[in-house]
Each structure stands twice: as C-alpha cells, then as structure tokens.
C-alpha cells in the first residue's frame, strides 16, 4: 500500500506524523508510544495487536482530513 505524507509540527524528521493509505483513504499516525500505566489500565477493548500513540492536538486540527 501507499502513504501519503500529509503533514507534521515537530522540526527535524521526529514524529508526530500523520500519513493518508491512499488505497483506502485510512490515516496512519506516527507519534511517541504511550507507556503510562494509569492511561493503558483505562483504555478498552485492546487487542494484541495493537499499540497507542500520543498525538498533540495541534497536529490533527492543522492535518486531519475534514472529510
């Protein structure tokens, strides 16, 4: 599959990121793992296979496609 750079707020190639999969129009994020005991222990529904990334704010209100 594709990605497309869709845009970034940290300077010099560190993340966070965010990529559009151009076949199916989902959004990749790319961002510091998160490891805080009190927030894993409230999230629900986790599978194995997946991990959670912190994404500022300011990142998706200038990036996130609006449709």
Known sequence: MT???IG???EHGNCPTLYEVVETGD???QGER???PEHLAQLRDV???ETFVVV???L????APKE
């Open 3 to 5: 990605l497309k750079f």
């Open 47 to 49: 599978k194995d296979s």
């Open 60 to 63: 998706l209100t200038r990036f």
């Open 56 to 58: 500022p704010r300011e």
């Open 8 to 10: 970034t707020t940290s």
């Open 27 to 29: 959004i990749l994020v």
């Open 34 to 36: 998160e490891t805080d």
